[in-house]
């Protein structure tokens, strides 16, 4: 069975090829914290709402809404280029030499992002393994 061809995976697998992304822009720049006139660059986080409202009309993943109180899921209907790199419009005053790069901002923001890869890696995982359970239950 591949897994690659599941809906859940494939957005699994684009979340970790943006979160992988991320990653190298930040260390970018964290890297150019002493060159001047050097702005902060990100990237633009997919919009993974509209993927999820097709895969909801395949009826590949049903969402349920089992109490009143539970908020309606928005779907997008603009796609976003997916990995798009952008500079932000900077928050913080420029240093002298019109750099721009606050290294505990970048620091803290390649901590959250590991923490969402790993996030990615635990519920990929997860998935993986209740496959192989369901699946050797089957064989089995």
Do not use: C, W
Not at 39 to 61: A, H, Q, R, T
Not at 85 to 98: K, Q
């Amino acid at each position: 069975m591949d897994l690659n061809n599941l809906a859940l995976f494939q957005m699994i697998d684009k979340e970790r090829s943006y979160l992988s992304a991320r990653q190298r822009v930040l260390a970018t720049n964290i890297a150019n914290a002493n060159t001047p006139d050097y702005l902060p660059k990100d990237v633009e986080k997919p919009d993974f709402s509209k993927e999820l409202g097709e895969v909801k009309k395949k009826n590949e993943l049903a969402l349920l809404k089992t109490n009143p109180m539970h908020l309606d899921f928005p779907y997008g209907e603009e796609p976003q280029v997916p990995n798009r790199v952008y500079t932000p419009r900077p928050t913080n005053p420029l240093s002298i030499d019109g750099n721009g790069v606050v290294i505990e901002d970048q620091l803290n923001e390649v901590s959250k992002t590991k923490g969402d890869y790993n996030r990615m890696i635990t519920i990929y995982s997860a998935y993986k393994n209740l496959i192989k359970v369901a699946n050797t239950k089957i064989s089995g």
